[in-house]
């Protein structure tokens, strides 16, 4: 009998997908590398999968198939590596209450903000908000105006030269070393200490949040620990300068505005230094807010273990370690649906990038197990392993997967060896029992710097659907830019 998808959402409704809102709420709370929209996850998952069915992702990243997936009351198995991932989709599916992180904030805020604003005190008594540094010279000091919330610049004095200097020399006591690799893509290498990525003010400063947040009872580290990773980037070197040009308008201007981390370890000639102090108290409000709206929605499930939510006395689980050795686990043709964005070649290395905020958590993540290509030559990271592990994914997938099931993964890649591996990638899928269905464009509410538009890269990832059986081309006819063939790179 030939499978047919089920009955698809209204026009208007598919068409949703070539419009996704910006991140906002929980999704918005954290930087994590290569997030996808949630209305195609969404869109998938409620479409591909029946309420109460089980869904796997086994690369979760940032979470947001986690938390679509219980929120559309289905089960939920995510695997990740990283921990930072999994901290941070576990937070997602069940955060805390609004009340409950401003009364760990309260706390914090009471152990650690004294200490933490003198270290920027002025000579105008008030502590500066940024400094503007170039070539381990301090330019400028920057001061909010409290009558219209504009900011004042001052030429440095000797008494802000002075705090900065009296700082400079600060070791980390909390924080373990950084863990690099020689890799020019993110400008990272062995000899990459904390001390190159932040001022010796900012470790401090840093540390004395770390001892406030682990003062507190252990349920309320959590939120506390994750906003602190969440506003990390903003607190070290890698802040850019913006001139020459308004931040979101591109028009030109003689303001000098504050720029954000990207992706990778830069450390402009021209940096801020960010309180601090600021930069998490704002995280954690962003927090409050997202979880207090969230809230009415939220639906609470049960976590438990692998097996539980195989049997269905658990509603999730998320799980860190290798999928190569958790999937096994799963019963065979148990999953109604994979849907997964797996590290697409060398595009992001995610655990390479993930290395701050898992130094942070206090995590040491296994580099060994990541299935990846990264240009760091001494990780043994090369095409041939990675094709062989995501071979190897795909078998486990294809044997857990129902009659009925389906595989989504969601693809891009900058190289043509890459490419060549998506048309291997389909051949093996045949050879696993699974057919290619068609594809769709997936994509995103603005432009990212992950997006590469270098030759041979596509300017979106493609949602790539896999089955069992053939599948009707028309039955997804309704999704925007929908295909029965493979997509191509740019010539």
């Known amino acids: 009998m030939q499978l047919t998808l089920p009955e698809l959402a209204s026009d208007t409704e598919a068409k949703m997908l070539a419009d996704p809102a910006a991140y906002r709420g929980l999704y918005a709370f954290h930087k994590y590398w290569g ?6 996850i969404r869109y998938l998952i409620q479409h591909l999968c029946p309420e109460g069915g089980l869904v796997i992702d086994p690369f979760l990243g940032s979470g947001i198939s986690a938390l679509e997936a219980v929120q ?11 921990p930072a991932a999994v901290r941070l989709a576990r937070l997602l599916v069940s955060p805390p209450s609004a009340r409950a992180v401003d009364e760990a904030f309260r706390r914090v805020r009471a152990l650690a903000k004294e200490a933490i ?11 500066a908000t940024h400094y503007v540094w170039c070539s381990g010279v301090m330019e400028k000091v920057w001061l909010s105006n409290e009558k219209n919330r504009n900011r004042v610049e001052f030429s440095p004095s000797e008494h802000d030269i002075a705090l900065a200097e009296r700082f400079a020399s600060y070791q980390p006591q909390r924080l373990r070393a950084l863990r690099f690799f020689t890799n020019s893509r993110i400008n990272a290498s062995p000899s990459l200490t904390l001390k190159d990525l932040f001022t010796g003010r900012a470790l401090r400063n840093i540390e004395i949040l770390l001892a406030a947040i682990d003062s507190l009872p252990e349920a309320a580290q959590e939120p506390m620990r994750l906003a602190l990773t969440a506003a990390v980037g903003q607190m070290s070197k890698m802040v850019f300068t913006i001139t020459g040009r308004g931040k979101t308008s591109g028009a030109i201007s003689e303001r000098m505005e504050v720029g954000s981390w990207v992706i990778g370890y830069w450390r402009p000639k021209q940096h801020f230094e960010v309180n601090v102090w600021h930069c998490f108290e704002r995280r954690v409000q962003k927090l409050i807010k997202a979880v207090a709206e969230s809230a009415p929605a939220h639906i ?11 049997s269905g006395d658990a509603n999730y689980t998320i799980l860190k370690g290798d999928c190569l050795e958790l999937l096994p686990q799963l019963p065979d043709k148990s999953v109604d649906l994979v849907i997964t964005d797996p590290p697409h070649s060398d595009r992001i290395p995610y655990l390479e990038l993930s290395e701050l905020w898992n130094v942070i958590l206090g995590e040491e993540p296994s580099f060994e197990s990541e299935i990846v290509v990264s240009n760091a ?8 392993a990675y094709n062989e592990s995501m071979s190897r994914f795909l078998g486990i997938a294809s044997r857990k997967l129902s009659d009925s099931g389906f595989l989504v993964l969601f693809f891009n890649s900058r190289t043509k060896d890459s490419w060549k591996f998506l048309t291997s990638f389909s051949g093996t899928a045949n050879s ?4 290619y269905c068609g594809c769709f464009p997936l994509v995103y509410s603005a432009a990212s710097v992950v997006q590469d538009n270098r030759e041979r890269a596509l300017r979106t990832d493609y949602g790539l659907v896999f089955s069992h059986s053939a ?4 039955s997804l006819a309704d999704i925007p830019g929908w295909s029965v063939t493979l997509p191509t790179p740019k010539e």
Request: with cysteine; net charge positive; proline share 5%.
């Open 432 to 435: 696993a029992g699974l057919a």
């Open 35 to 40: 997030k996808k929209p949630a209305e195609p």
């Open 471 to 474: 599948v009707a081309a028309n």
């Open 117 to 127: 604003l003198e270290s920027y005190e002025t000579v105008q008594k008030k502590p």
């Open 72 to 82: 559309l009351r289905r089960r939920f198995v995510g695997v990740d590596i990283n």
């Open 377 to 384: 030559k001494e990780r043994g990271k090369r095409m041939f």
């Open 300 to 310: 609470l499930a049960t976590a438990g273990a692998l097996l539980a939510v195989c």
